[in-house]
């Protein structure tokens, strides 16, 4: 689990750098190098390497399953079009702040779209339901309210 949130934050930003190289956006190196309209994405190798507080975590593929446990971050990771499948979560139906699920609702239709679950509220965390969907990457805030366990 990246346990900083400045790694999540340079999470966020290579995962933000593959979605748009996904979404066919173009060099135009590569096109013109080429004569085609090749993508960065065939051209770019995905490893990302991130300090993190426990040293380098090198991601060797882009991750097709990450769990947020954090409630902060994962409206930011859905913003950048990352595969998320499960996310911690805050009370449910808080007035101005949360939907049913205890999803901001600043990004909770966003979540509802993509088929997030809620992985925990705040106030049960367990790292078991993380590791329980399987996911390939598991992204951490080391402070603040969404970080309830060591």
């Not at 346990?3 to 013109?32: K, P, R, V, Y």
């Not at 805030?141 to 060591?150: E, I, Q, T, V």
Request: proline share 3%; charged share 25%; with cysteine.
């Amino acid at each position: 689990m990246l346990g900083h949130q400045n790694a999540a934050g340079a999470l966020i930003g290579s995962l933000a750098a593959c979605s748009s190289e996904e979404s066919g956006a173009t060099s135009n190196e590569d096109s013109a190098a080429s004569g085609e309209g090749s993508t960065e994405a065939d051209s770019v190798e995905w490893t990302r390497t991130i300090e993190t507080d426990n040293g380098e975590l090198t991601l060797e593929s882009q991750p097709e399953r990450i769990v947020s446990t954090s409630v902060t971050l994962a409206g930011s990771l859905l913003a950048v079009d990352a595969p998320v499948i499960a996310t911690g979560a805050t009370g449910e139906n808080v007035e101005d702040l949360s939907d049913e699920n205890g999803f901001f609702i600043q990004w909770s239709e966003e979540a509802k779209e993509a088929g997030v679950e809620k992985l925990w509220d705040n106030t049960a965390p367990g790292a078991e339901k993380a590791v329980g969907y399987a996911p390939d990457l598991i992204v951490g805030s080391k402070n603040s309210g969404d970080s309830a366990f060591d």
